[in-house]
C-alpha cells in the first residue's frame, strides 16, 4: 500500500515538473519531469505487486483479516491477498514456554510461592478463532491468570509438608487443571508439559521444618542408643549363662570323676616340683605319692 501511494505521488511530482517544464526559463526540467512520470507509475505497479504476495513462516498459521475482519486462516507458504483490503496476521503454532511465580495458600494456612514453567501450543485448526477471541495477548489475558488459578485450587488440598513430599502428584494435577482451563481457548499443554521448579514457604514454616528434622535425627539417635545397650545386655546375660552353663558341666564332672581327685590332677599339672609331697587343707588330705603311683601304672 505504502509503494503504490509513494508511486503516484512522484507520478504526480513528475506532471507538475513537466508542466513547469514548457516555460523556456525551466525548460531544463523536462527530463527529469519526463523520469518521474515513469519511474512512479514503475513503483505504483511493481510494489502493488510485491504487497499482494504473503508469506506465512514454517510454525506458524496465516489470520486473514478483510479490512480489520477475520475472514479465515491460510498454511504456511505464500498467498496472494487483495491490496489495500486484505492483510495476514502470523500466529506462532510451534511449542511456547512461559515461566511464572504463582503465591496460593495450603490446606494448613500456610502460603506457598511456586515458580513454573509451561510449555503450551496453539491448536493451527484453530489460530483463526483464538485470534477473534483474544488477538495476540493470549499470554497475559489467559495463560497467567490459569496457572494462578490452577495453583490455588491445587495447593488448597494438600498440607504444606504434603506438597514437598507428594510433589509430583502435586505437578500432575496441577496440569491437568489448567489443560481442562486452557482447551476451552484453543490452547494445549504439551503432555508433561509443566514444570515446578520451587515451592517456597514462609521463615517460620521453614524454621518449624528444620527443628522436626533434628527432633527425628535425635529420636533416631537415641533409639539406636537403645538398642545398642539392650544388644550389650542380652550379650552380657548370653555370657553369664554360658559361664554358668559351663561350671554346672564343671561341677558335674568333678561329682562323676571324683572330685579330690580330678582337684590334684589339676595341681600337680601345675607343680614345679618344689612343693611338699603331701597337700592339705580345709580338712583335705591329698597323698600326693600315690596319686602318682596311680598315674604311672594307669595305661
Request: glycine fraction near 8%; proline fraction near 3%; include cysteine.
Amino acid at each position: 500500500m505504502g509503494a503504490l501511494v509513494l508511486g503516484i505521488m512522484i507520478f504526480v511530482c513528475g506532471l507538475v515538473l513537466r508542466a513547469s517544464a514548457k516555460q523556456p526559463a525551466q525548460a531544463n526540467l523536462k527530463p527529469v519531469a519526463g523520469l518521474l512520470t515513469v519511474v512512479g507509475p514503475l513503483i505504483a505497479i511493481f510494489g502493488t505487486m510485491f504487497s499482494s504476495v504473503v508469506i506465512v513462516e514454517s510454525g506458524y498459521a496465516g489470520v486473514k483479516l478483510r479490512l480489520g475482519a477475520a475472514v479465515g486462516q491460510v498454511r504456511e507458504g505464500m498467498h496472494f491477498l487483495v491490496p489495500g483490503m486484505e492483510e495476514i496476521v502470523q500466529m506462532e503454532v510451534r511449542t511456547q514456554k512461559v515461566e511464572s511465580k504463582a503465591t496460593a495458600a495450603s490446606r494448613d494456612l500456610q502460603p506457598v510461592t511456586a515458580d513454573l514453567a509451561l510449555n503450551f501450543r496453539i491448536d493451527p485448526a484453530k489460530a483463526s478463532d483464538l485470534y477473534k477471541n483474544l488477538g495476540t495477548d493470549y499470554n497475559s489475558r489467559i495463560i497467567a491468570p490459569a496457572i494462578q488459578e490452577a495453583i490455588k485450587v491445587v495447593t488448597a488440598q494438600y498440607t504444606a509438608e504434603d506438597l514437598i513430599r507428594q510433589r509430583q502428584k502435586v505437578k500432575t494435577e496441577v496440569e491437568a487443571e489448567m489443560t481442562r482451563r486452557l482447551s476451552q481457548y484453543w490452547i494445549i499443554v504439551d503432555p508433561g508439559g509443566l514444570s515446578i521448579t520451587n515451592f517456597e514457604f514462609s521463615a517460620e514454616f521453614n524454621r518449624a521444618i528444620e527443628a522436626k528434622q533434628i527432633a527425628q535425627q535425635d529420636a533416631e539417635k537415641q533409639k539406636f542408643v537403645l538398642q545398642r545397650a539392650e544388644l550389650e545386655k542380652q550379650t552380657k546375660i548370653a555370657q553369664a549363662q554360658g559361664e554358668a552353663e559351663a561350671a554346672k558341666l564343671n561341677a558335674l564332672a568333678l561329682k562323676e570323676a571324683g572330685g579330690e581327685l580330678v582337684v590334684a590332677r589339676e595341681w600337680i599339672a601345675k607343680w614345679d616340683g618344689k612343693v611338699p609331697q603331701v597337700s592339705g587343707g580345709q580338712g583335705m588330705i591329698i597323698d600326693l605319692r600315690s596319686i602318682l603311683n596311680d598315674m604311672k601304672t594307669t595305661p
